[in-house]
């Protein structure tokens, strides 16, 4: 059974996660818009991850005899200037998530709920690897485009969208 603390923070934790899935749709969609299809299937096979982060989280409460409360979700932008500026938006967003999963962990310990922390340890560990890979984004086009990615080239943008329509469905 989940303490009330515990079960907030959860449904919390639900939404953050389909706020996450909002926001890389709608970067999906604007990299659409301005033809740039590879980084547009790189954000929406990411909204479809979130949207299974979220699941995990609604089962756990289910199965914790927890009440699963699904609060409005916030509105995203629709436009980002520059494909720098979009990937920066998820970079702060996957902060603000580690930062959330953490504490979550926090109110795990300190309340022994040790089932809760088995099922944490696997966000920790892909938190890691969601920043690892946002950041891996802002790099590449900060070496093709320099520090607010602007200076690259036509033909460096087309291989940059080019190399992230390549990443596989995990
Ligand atoms: Fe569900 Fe990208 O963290």
Do not use: C
Request: aromatic share 10%.
């Amino acid at each position: 059974m989940l303490s009330k603390k515990m079960e907030k923070a959860l449904n919390k934790q639900v939404n953050a996660e389909f706020y996450a899935a909002y926001l890389y749709l709608a970067i999906s969609a604007d990299f659409s818009r301005k033809s740039l299809n590879g980084m547009a299937d790189w954000y929406h096979k990411q909204a479809q991850e979130e949207v299974e982060h979220a699941m995990k989280f609604y089962n756990h409460i289910q199965e914790r005899q927890g009440v699963v409360i699904l609060e409005p979700i916030a509105a995203v932008p629709s436009e980002w200037a520059t494909p720098m500026s979009a990937f920066k938006a998820a970079l702060v967003h996957e902060q603000k998530v580690t930062g959330m999963i953490n504490a979550l962990m926090d109110i795990a310990v300190g309340e022994k709920d040790y089932a809760s922390q088995s099922f944490l340890k696997w966000f920790i560990d892909e938190q890691v690897e969601e920043e690892s890979e946002a950041t891996a984004n802002i790099d590449r086009l900060t070496m093709l485009g320099g520090k607010d990615g602007k200076s690259i080239s036509g033909g460096s943008l087309y291989q940059l969208d080019k190399l992230m329509g390549k990443r596989s469905g995990e």
